[in-house]
T-cell receptor
Framework: DTGVSQDPRHKITKRGQNVTFRCDPI?????LYWYRQTLGQGPEFLTY????????KSRLLSNRFSAERPKGSFSTLEIQRTEQGDSAMYLC??????????????FGQGTRLTVV | AQTVTQSQPEMSVQEAETVTLSCTYD???????LFWYKQPPSRQMILVIR??????QNATENRFSVNFQKAAKSFSLKISDSQLGDAAMYFC??????????FGTGTRLQVTL
């Protein structure tokens, strides 16, 4: 078990470009979450998947953001036409089903996005 | 909507001493979990301790323990025998029926010699 893996760790992009991040959850974890963390703040929920189904999206997730989890394994988060306000750490987490509940989240190291 | 409040942006503790980090939350749910996560600089967030709301007994993990006051909606973290490696951002978090985590703004803990 290698933990939650995110790629890339850092991304610098010019405003207006598209970027895509990848998350590989812990194997057999059904739930996968994306969070965004800006400097000095706690992570904010963006969206989550149960297997391949995207079950909830936050209001924070504008129509420039799209996430997928094909085949219920890894997930990608794409941001189109990036803006400077998108600069943040993007965190992925996965959760196992335990006792009928998804309660514990295991986080990856995050992808730090800088939009210049 | 659930909210989590951490009113201490920064705390400092001497090595080997004890420190308590505060957290309050607001919810109308009766079934929920509370967590403390640690985020060292440039490193991933790791779970320190968790508390199930229906359990009256406060959770303990080695040097880490919580004081869970359900009626007051308070959930503080006590770190005993502080070590240099405890220096990090600490986030209080809540999860209920929605299964997503709601985090506080964090407390930066400094450990001094």
């Amino acid at each position: 078990d290698t933990g939650v893996s995110q790629d890339p760790r850092h991304k610098i992009t010019k405003r207006g470009q598209n970027v895509t991040f990848r998350c590989d959850p812990i194997s057999e974890h059904n739930r996968l979450y994306w969070y965004r963390q800006t400097l000095g703040q706690g992570p904010e929920f963006l969206t989550y998947f149960q297997n391949e189904a995207q079950l909830e999206k936050s209001r924070l997730l504008s129509n420039r953001f799209s996430a997928e989890r094909p085949k219920g394994s890894f997930s990608t988060l794409e941001i189109q036409r990036t803006e400077q306000g998108d600069s943040a750490m993007y965190l992925c987490a996965s959760s196992p089903l335990k006792g009928g509940r998804y309660t514990e989240a295991f986080f990856g190291q995050g992808t730090r996005l800088t939009v210049v | 909507a659930q909210t989590v409040t951490q009113s201490q942006p920064e705390m400092s503790v001497q090595e080997a001493e004890t420190v308590t980090l505060s957290c309050t939350y607001d919810t109308s749910e009766s079934d929920y979990y509370l967590f403390w996560y640690k985020q060292p600089p440039s490193r991933q967030m790791i779970l320190v301790i968790r508390q199930e709301a229906y359990k009256q007994q406060n959770a303990t993990e080695n040097r880490f323990s919580v004081n869970f006051q359900k009626a007051a909606k308070s959930f503080s973290l006590k770190i005993s025998d502080s070590q240099l490696g405890d220096a990090a951002m600490y986030f209080c978090a809540y999860t209920g029926t929605a299964s997503k985590l709601t985090f506080g703004t964090g407390t930066r803990l400094q450990v001094t010699l």
